[in-house]
Nanobody, 116 residues
Framework: QVQLVESGGGLVQPGGSLRLSCAAS????????MSWYRQAPGKQRELVAR???????YYLSSVKGRFTISRDNGKNTIDLQMNSLKPEDTAVYYC??????????WGQGTQVTVSS
């Protein structure tokens, strides 16, 4: 069983930055896909960014150029650097991983609020 713990959320003004981190209980080398999702109130959960084991990345069009997903093999974390934040980025952000066996795991989520 893999446990994922997100951190780094909080309240930030528009234009500000936050860095989310997802700490995995197992080695991230066991995952072939690592992703960040978000869910705003009254909306469906959506994929924000993902990184594959070969370091290929994908971004939601509305965050492209502002968000960067990365993996830290030494710290066993999947990070999301978020710059130029907008009020519409307000949501609960979730970490998700998939291992080579196809099993997926979710973190508990971390709240990001962008407001002046």
């Amino acid at each position: 069983q893999v446990q994922l713990v997100e951190s780094g959320g909080g309240l930030v003004q528009p234009g500000g930055s936050l860095r989310l981190s997802c700490a995995a209980s197992g080695s991230i080398f066991s995952f072939n896909l690592m992703s960040w999702y978000r869910q705003a109130p009254g909306k469906q959960r959506e994929l924000v960014a993902r990184i594959f084991s070969d370091s290929t990345t994908y971004y939601l069009s509305s965050v492209k150029g502002r968000f960067t997903i990365s993996r830290d093999n030494g710290k066993n974390t999947i990070d999301l650097q978020m710059n130029s934040l907008k009020p519409e980025d307000t949501a609960v952000y979730y970490c998700n991983v998939r291992n080579y066996g196809g099993d997926t795991y979710w973190g508990q989520g971390t709240q990001v609020t962008v407001s002046s």
